[in-house]
């Protein structure tokens, strides 16, 4: 890996499955991660990701929003060469969808996540 290798910012707000920084790393990526949307969202004022990756998670008691991500969604929404890639679990898929029908993602991919599937995406983007 190398200071021009792309960047990839990692969001992780749930720790409840496996780390896949050293896959993000095996595609080409150098890798910085946030524990916290407010974070990642600060980061991304400063650097300029190639791909988001982050844990999408819903909470039914929020009033105005969906999910931990719109902050961080509408932050990334100008910049159409930022790819983003989004984790989620399975019962959750009808609160990504309806987050989908006002942002950008790229990428949805059901926790448990796919070493193959999770390379193959990251290795398509790096090509485009």
Excluded at 19 to 44: C, D, Q
Excluded at 61 to 77: G, P, T, Y
Aim: glycine share 2%; proline share 6%; hydrophobic share 45%.
């Amino acid at each position: 890996m190398t200071d021009t290798s792309p960047l990839l910012l990692s969001v992780v707000e749930l720790l409840g499955h496996p780390n896949p920084r050293p896959w993000f790393e095996r595609a080409g990526y150098r890798v910085h991660t946030e524990f916290s949307v407010r974070k990642a969202i600060a980061f991304l004022r400063k650097e300029r990701p190639a791909v988001i990756a982050a844990d999408f998670y819903f909470q039914p008691d929020f009033r105005d929003r969906v999910s931990n991500l719109e902050s961080l969604l509408a932050a990334a929404q100008g910049r159409n060469d930022i790819r983003v890639m989004v984790f989620y679990e399975a019962a959750h898929q009808h609160a990504l969808d309806r987050l989908r029908t006002r942002f950008r993602i790229d990428a949805t991919i059901p926790l448990p996540a796919s070493e193959a599937e999770i390379m193959h995406r990251l290795e398509t983007w790096r090509t485009v």
